[in-house]
């Protein structure tokens, strides 16, 4: 999958289309989900041109990798979510029904979460 430079995280970082941040610095930037799938459901993603984290982790910076990931848990921390607990989550590829083709973590808690997979 190529990156596309005008898919929906990309217009949000170039200030094309707002979002509700809740974190942002020279690597990351954290908002909250418009369509929540949890009591808390936030989107972490790089700053960067990476549609994937294959793509990150074979092509980013190591600053730029180090500042990612620790962005994610500042806000996890950030949204008192250390002591319950969370599920991070980012997709890739259509396997993994990826719908926009830019890294992007999710964030998921405030509440009990289920399985990941039910068994079929």
Known sequence: MAYDPN??????????IPCKKLYEDQHA????????????????IPKGAYVSFEDFSERAEPAEIVGFVRAVGM????????E????ILANHGPD????????HVHIFGGQRLGRMIQPE
Do not use: C, M, W
Request: no cysteine.
């Open 96 to 103: 993994s029904h990826q719908e926009v083709p830019h890294l």
């Open 84 to 87: 319950s607990g969370y599920r």
């Open 29 to 44: 930037l954290a908002f909250h989900d418009i369509n929540p799938q949890a009591k808390t459901h936030v989107l972490v």
């Open 75 to 82: 806000v996890a921390r950030k949204l008192g979510l250390k």
């Open 7 to 16: 898919n929906i995280f990309a217009k949000i970082l170039r200030g094309e």
